[in-house]
């Protein structure tokens, strides 16, 4: 995680982390292709189950267009799917 560099024409070392992303669980929202990385649900299945209300989604659009960016709530699709394995045992 740590990397001891020697910097030219000096002998100190300095200490540096790396830089590290952020992880994906962290996230509220994610669009259709956030959702099937995380769960492998495809976009078909997250429109049906926002349809029957068992999964949340808010749409980003400009006023006045018809078209826009759908985005999931993280935790109803964690839910919905903890909700299905209660289901199954």
């Known amino acids: 995680m740590f990397e001891t560099n020697t910097f030219a024409g000096s002998d100190a070392s300095r200490t540096i982390a790396k830089a590290e992303a952020a992880p994906a669980h962290d996230a509220e929202f994610c669009d259709c292709q956030g959702a099937f990385l995380r769960f492998g649900l495809k976009r078909s299945l997250l429109y049906n189950l926002f349809g029957q209300g ?30 299905q394995m209660k289901m199954e045992a």
């Open 54 to 83: 068992l999964i949340k989604g808010v749409s980003l659009r400009r006023c006045g267009t018809t078209r826009g960016k759908r985005l999931w709530n993280v935790h109803s699709i964690r839910a919905y799917l903890n909700s």
